[in-house]
């Protein structure tokens, strides 16, 4: 399989405003594979002969009964937005859908015991599990003035969603198959797993034994990324903790003051399906030559978290590549260890004392070592993706907290 890095193809960006603006819902298709093959003796899941995808839902948390779980399936279909329906259809999103409370009621039951059992149809878009109460998602217009949803924005206190217990995984299923996350990008609250099967048998996001509180201590016992954490539901990822003035807006500056001081007098090589770009500090510049020049502006913390800004990735095959590389190896902090990359060895990765310990803790806390924890974590393979060109089968798990 071809590393996402390499790939003209880049990972989705986070639309949505901070303040819940209605968006489209972005495409997990946007990524490229990361499966990690896994084995059971369990009899896969047939097709459907309308071309609907069995989903089976399982509740694994062992705090929550199923009836305190609350299931939505939103996204986009030819441009829609739509979502899944308790007998599986499609509906478009409406405007009328808002109740006398100002909200729509999306919400799918899990059955009262045991598995539950839907069809996913072809569509893009997320599966959101709330615990204990339901998410208030507001249909409004949105700039087309078609209809679209305000999703949960568990990072904004102001949200209507902050004080529920929450969150989501991503895919897009369409004909050339099944692709799908979890995702720690936004935050980390729910422990979530899926399976995919079919041409293979692959598991992806298990949270191991444990690793959910070990996550939020390691936050809690750091001065610096303490503040992210809200109380036992949720952990906040680092750049939207900064833009709610919970993180330092100059917390990486000294490493990133170093890699630009570092390089103006020496090579880094970048290593992507294009080829190899070398480049330096020229001027205010990281200019990189190559199969094509490409330069980027000094980034901000912000630019780093968000992998966005100075280092925002085009789909143009060359400037999208190396930035998504060199967004990974700020992340990781392995720009000066490793004047070659991208890295790919995992004990290299958060060994500087200023670090994304937010990204390492999420990756520490997941059986296979792979997560989410920023928007290029699938650099060199280490998201929790996976893909399947013929799939027979997707069950999300929520695993034991």
Request: proline share 6%; charged share 20%; hydrophobic share 40%.
């Amino acid at each position: 399989m071809t590393p996402r890095h390499q790939r003209k193809l880049g990972r989705r960006k986070l639309l949505f405003a901070l303040g819940g603006a209605a968006v489209a819902v972005p495409a997990a298709a946007a990524l490229a594979p990361h499966a990690l093959a896994g084995s059971s003796g369990e009899q896969k899941a047939s097709p459907k002969a309308d071309g609907t995808l069995p989903l089976t839902v399982v509740n694994n948390t062992g705090s929550f009964d199923n009836g305190s779980i609350h299931l939505y399936v939103v996204g986009n279909q030819d441009g829609r937005q739509v979502r899944l329906t308790p007998d599986g259809t499609l509906a478009p999103v409406s405007l009328s859908d808002n109740g006398p409370d100002g909200f729509t009621d999306y919400a799918i039951s899990l059955a009262g015991s045991g598995e539950t059992e839907l069809n996913l149809p072809h569509m893009s878009g997320r599966i959101y599990v709330a615990l204990g109460e339901k998410l208030k998602l507001k249909a409004v217009a949105d700039g087309n003035g078609d209809a679209a949803l305000q999703f949960p924005a568990g990072w904004v206190e102001s949200d209507p969603n902050f004080g529920v217990l929450h969150d989501c995984a991503e895919f897009t299923f369409n004909s050339s198959g099944m692709f799908c996350n979890t995702t720690m990008v936004d935050m980390f609250s729910v422990p979530l797993s899926l399976r995919l099967t079919g041409a293979d048998d692959q598991t992806t996001g298990t949270v191991r034994e444990g690793g959910r509180a070990a996550a939020f201590e390691a936050m809690r016992n750091d001065e610096v990324f303490s503040r992210l954490v809200v109380d036992d539901k949720r952990i906040i990822a680092p750049g939207h903790g900064l833009d709610a003035g919970l993180f330092p807006k100059d917390y990486l500056a000294p490493y990133i003051d170093e890699v630009w001081s570092t390089y103006t007098g020496r090579d880094l090589k970048v290593t992507t399906n294009a080829g190899t770009f070398t480049g330096r500090v020229r001027g205010d510049r990281f200019t990189f030559d190559g199969p094509a020049q490409v330069s980027f502006g000094k980034p901000s913390t912000r630019d780093v978290l968000f992998c966005d800004g100075a280092l925002a990735a085009p789909n143009d095959g060359t400037t999208g590549p190396v930035a998504a590389v060199l967004g990974a190896a700020f992340n990781r902090t392995t720009l000066l260890s490793h004047p070659e990359q991208p890295t790919t060895e995992p004990g290299e990765f958060y060994r500087t004392e200023l670090t994304n310990h937010y990204a390492r803790a999420m990756h520490e806390a997941t059986e296979d070592g792979r997560a989410y924890g920023f928007a290029f974590d699938d650099v060199a393979d280490f998201a929790s993706f996976i893909q399947d060109a013929a799939p027979t089968g997707l069950r999300l798990t929520l695993t034991a907290f």
